[in-house]
């Protein structure tokens, strides 16, 4: 399974890259407002940044919600480095720009997915990454894990090549629960995916050894 970090802070992606796991990282409109980026050259400088720091997947997203300028805008993403995917909103024009962009090799993560049918679209039109909201569905008393699950069914089933991002993931029960759904990738705060360090038997177990350690070694 793939880790994404889910922010556009430096600091934090800094911090999951040099843990050595990290595969990538996804942005959002909201994600980039909470650093206080703005303007267009700004939002491109730090999309760059966080690029040359990881080496590895970038979604962007367009803010466009028309055909026309998800295209111009996407083609400037992508245009930016070539660890850019170009994150585009799962509604009728957006679908259209993602077969657009799979047709021109662009890489595409499409996001706001919340039902299977919309995830069909999404791998019918060639989407590289395809992000389920986990979170977003638990906090309307439904059940985000579940639709991962049915999602990399019908993928595994039909054998499409989108990747099943599991997005909008809160704590680290998440993670673990998309494991065993078969997510490929789950893109996390910083603080979910250090919570999978958390067990008292190692903090424990290491003390006992270091006292052992010290009892003979002085
Ligand atoms: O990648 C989308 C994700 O960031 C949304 O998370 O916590 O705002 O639902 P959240």
């Known amino acids: 399974m793939k880790f994404f970090i889910d922010t556009a802070n430096l600091e934090q992606i800094r911090e999951a890259h040099d843990l050595g796991v990290l595969d990538g990282v996804t942005t959002n409109p909201s994600l980039m407002a909470k650093e206080g980026i703005k303007g267009i050259k700004n939002q491109q400088k730090h999309y760059v940044e966080i690029c040359n720091i990881v080496q590895a997947d970038v979604s962007a997203e367009v803010i466009a919600t028309d055909y026309e300028g998800m295209i111009r805008e996407g083609m400037e993403l992508a245009a930016l480095n070539p660890h850019i995917v170009v994150k585009v909103p799962c509604i009728a024009d957006g679908i259209k720009a993602i077969h657009y962009f799979s047709e021109k090799g662009i890489r595409t993560n499409c996001t706001l997915v919340f039902s299977v049918g919309q995830a069909l679209l999404a791998a019918k039109a060639g989407a590289t990454y395809v992000s389920p909201f986990v979170g977003r569905l638990d906090d309307i008393c439904e059940d985000g894990v579940a639709l991962v699950a049915a999602i990399v069914r019908m993928y595994r089933f039909y054998d499409y090549k989108t990747q099943v991002l599991a997005a909008s993931i809160r ?3 998440h ?11 789950a893109t996390c705060p910083l603080s979910a995916i250090k919570g999978l360090l958390n067990h008292p038997l190692t903090d424990s177990g290491l003390q006992k050894f270091l006292e052992d350690y010290k009892k003979v070694n002085g």
């Open 175 to 185: 993670i673990i629960e998309c494991v065993d759904a078969g997510a490929d990738v």
């Open 171 to 173: 704590h680290t029960k």
